[in-house]
């Protein structure tokens, strides 16, 4: 059970003195079986005139800032302590009824899963599913676990990753098209592509620990990959940036049926347009033990 560490600053500057809306974030890790937090601080600057904490309406733990006065720069330094436990869902046992696809929710499960099936994207030529059923055996059976593997391999294997700062996330056509994209633009496409097979997802933002020799693609930012339910497993992580099946390396900070109810941070500022110089994130998360 590795002791990680996550430092992530934000760090907005203007060209003069601007004065600062409401800012929300979600920055403090979800609890579980799998990852306990041990310790989180954050320090703003300058300091808020009040911050406070809530859950939102999918369980996740959301600051509210807001301030009072002006200055030319603010920054949010956030550092969390947590132990992670490796695992993956898949390998243990999942219901029978699901061990092969296509299976069938339960009944009283599909209210509460119901939003999460639903198509978000259009797709009118069915170009999305066509994708995702290349991934269905027409000769047999499909095993649930091989499909869930493969799919998330596929995405690793034939789609090429490219850093973009700008906000938002590629429509999933657009992705498909340019078979390109971020963390973010491969999470929504994976989530499309299993909700046209019938299959519960939902987006997930957090962090991916990359080690010493920086094994995994999206350390250094925020990072985000998705979640499906699987009868008998429950919720599965599944990172298509990195072909991960599991959460090893993976920190849970925020989960949601929609990508746009878990940015790590947005607020406002009121000033000239001019003023605006930037913002600048950075991101590390290391092992604590080993300090890699």
């Excluded at 041990?38 to 600057?45: H, M, Q, V």
């Excluded at 733990?61 to 132990?83: M, Q």
């Excluded at 490796?86 to 509460?112: C, H, K, M, R, S």
């Amino acid at each position: 059970m590795p002791v990680l560490g996550v430092h992530h600053v934000t760090t907005y500057r203007y060209r003069q003195p601007v004065a600062f809306g409401e800012h929300r974030m979600m920055f403090r890790p979800r609890e579980g079986h799998d990852q306990r937090l041990i310790r989180s601080t954050l320090t703003i600057t300058p300091e808020p005139a009040e911050l406070r904490w809530q859950h939102d309406v999918f369980g996740n733990s959301v600051g509210i800032a807001r301030f009072s006065g002006r200055a030319r720069e603010l920054c949010f330094d956030s550092r969390v302590l947590l132990d992670h436990t490796p695992a993956n869902a898949l390998d243990e046992p999942i219901g029978q009824d699901a061990e092969t696809y296509p299976f069938a929710y339960d009944v009283e499960d599909l209210p509460d899963l119901a939003r999460s099936i639903e198509r978000q994207y259009p797709d009118p030529d069915h170009a999305i599913e066509r994708w995702a059923r290349g991934f269905v055996r027409r000769d047999g059976t499909t095993g649930t676990r091989d499909l869930l593997s493969a799919i998330t391999h596929g995405v690793r294997q034939r789609f090429t990753y490219i850093a973009r700062s700008e906000r938002g996330v590629q429509e999933p056509l657009l992705t498909l098209r340019l078979g390109s994209g971020t963390c973010r633009d491969f999470a929504v496409f994976l989530i499309e592509a299993l909700r046209a097979l019938g299959l519960a997802a939902r987006f997930v933002s957090g962090y991916v620990y990359s080690g010493a020799r920086g094994g995994r693609i999206g350390g250094g930012a925020t990072h985000a990959w998705l979640r499906v339910y699987v009868p008998g497993a429950g919720w599965v992580e599944l990172d298509p940036t990195n072909g991960i099946i599991g959460n090893r390396d993976l920190i849970r900070v925020a989960v949601a049926r929609d990508h746009r109810h878990v940015l790590p941070l947005h607020g406002t500022w009121t000033g000239f347009p001019s003023d605006d110089l930037g913002m600048t994130v950075r991101v590390s998360v290391t092992d604590a033990e080993t300090g890699s």
